[in-house]
């Protein structure tokens, strides 16, 4: 099955939580904290790879998490980081935010890595916090949380030329006949369900990868026939070989088709619809008046097309067509991209925890708390020791926390609920 678009949800690695330990040897008097550090948890990363072809795999599986960091523990040892988890996907395929539509990378070389959700920082031991006032800190830092990010992916084909037309056109046959793939072709509409590949190696020249596009019909780019889905795979293309039916055999005006088919690329994107683009008259040997051939070259022409006259079946006009494909690829070069790729920095990731912003709502006589940085908080808090529960308390108040309740006419004796834990407030 040819899948080439996928969602996923990815959960990177969370950091692990600093350690609260305190060294207890016979002949080290006085010994003092020593926790350590919490491990970095695993980031995800994507990297091409040549030896997958299709999106398949993810429709199956669309949850990826990555190992989170180990806590920290005694004798100053920080726990072990979360390996990172590596997601293979084919050569050509681009990653999106789902959130923000934003495109994050396109892995389109072999072995290409990008990291695409980070894992979060461990947090720090208790032997940071021991001060000249507190010297047995019975609380550490908690972990932060690694990013959790649903993407989309889209596999576009690398192809150097594109073969787009109506259906039952030829494409099918011209891939066949100028490569060594295996393309199924009948004498029917959408015979060709999936776009196909094959490396042309004319004569002497360089090679090249050209790409049948199937589902071209007029109102493909609002969903009819097979849609626009299909229609991606032409945009990293240079040029684009435009397939008519010359002879009319369907009932159809070449002309009317070749119109109705750059309409569509024009509907889809501006920037694909101005790719090079020549023409290639197919199915001649079905005719038996070549001069209704002549008059179609010379109206397309006029409108500035290059115009070959073939026949896929028969071979007629093949090597005229391929080696004026092969000059043009050598004119062309690289073509901007179709999409635009707003650079991502693949920094250490520290997430905006927006420290200061919480809400509170009253629900059932219960103020309930919520803000970004109180599952870290509580996350370093020791509830059963009062050094760490007062740690807790200062940070509530630094925070504005108590300020905003008494705001709200909070009583002593009232139950406030931050995350799981839950309390009775006095002032």
Not at 76 to 85: M, N, Q, V
Not at 329 to 354: H, M, Q, R, S
């Amino acid at each position: 099955m040819f899948v080439d678009k996928a969602e996923i949800i990815l959960i990177a690695g969370n950091g692990g939580h600093g350690g609260v330990s305190f060294r207890r040897e016979k002949y080290v008097p006085m010994g003092g904290p020593d926790g350590g550090h919490g491990g970095y948890g695993g980031s995800i990363v994507f990297m091409a790879d040549q030896g997958y072809r299709t999106l398949m795999e993810f429709k199956y599986k669309r949850k990826h998490k990555a190992e989170n960091g180990e806590n920290g523990f005694g004798g100053r040892s920080a726990g072990k980081s979360g390996s990172e988890l590596i997601i293979k996907v084919p050569v050509g395929t681009i990653i999106k935010d789902k959130e923000t539509g934003q495109v994050l990378c396109d892995l389109s070389l072999d072995g290409q890595k990008f990291t695409v959700a980070h894992g979060g920082r461990g947090g720090r031991g208790n032997m940071d916090f021991a001060t000249p006032t507190r010297q047995a800190p019975r609380f550490a830092q908690g972990g932060i949380k690694g990013e959790e990010k649903t993407v989309i992916l889209e596999l576009k084909l690398l192809a150097d030329v594109g073969l787009i037309g109506f259906p039952n056109v030829g494409k099918s046959t011209l891939l066949s006949v100028v490569t060594k793939a295996k393309p199924k072709i009948a004498n029917y509409h959408f015979t060709t369900l999936i776009p196909n590949l094959g490396v042309v190696e004319w004569r002497d020249y360089k090679t090249f990868v050209i790409a049948d596009i199937p589902g071209l019909i007029e109102g493909a780019h609002e969903g009819t026939g097979l849609g626009d889905q299909f229609l991606r795979h032409v945009e990293r293309t240079k040029l684009l070989i435009h397939l008519l039916d010359a002879s009319g055999s369907e009932g159809r005006d070449p002309l009317e088709d070749f119109t109705a088919i750059n309409v569509e690329l024009e509907k889809y994107n501006k920037k694909l619809a101005q790719r090079v683009q020549i023409v290639a008259l197919n199915k001649v040997d079905l005719m038996l008046e070549l001069d209704k051939v002549d008059v179609l070259k010379t109206k397309l022409e006029a409108l500035g097309y290059e115009v070959f006259i073939i026949s896929a079946v028969t071979g007629l006009g093949l090597d005229k067509l391929m080696s004026r494909v092969v000059l043009l690829l050598d004119e062309i070069g690289e073509v901007e991209p179709i999409f635009d790729i707003e650079p991502v920095a693949e920094t250490l990731y520290t997430p905006d925890f927006k420290e200061n912003q919480f809400t509170i709502e009253k629900i059932d006589e219960v103020f309930e708390v919520e803000g970004e940085f109180l599952e870290r908080l509580i996350n370093s808090v020791n509830f059963e020791d009062l050094d760490s529960i007062g740690f807790f308390q200062r940070v509530l108040k630094d925070k504005g926390v108590f300020t905003e309740l008494e705001s709200m006419n909070i009583q002593d004796g009232d139950f406030v609920r931050l995350h799981e834990v839950e309390f009775e407030y006095f002032k």
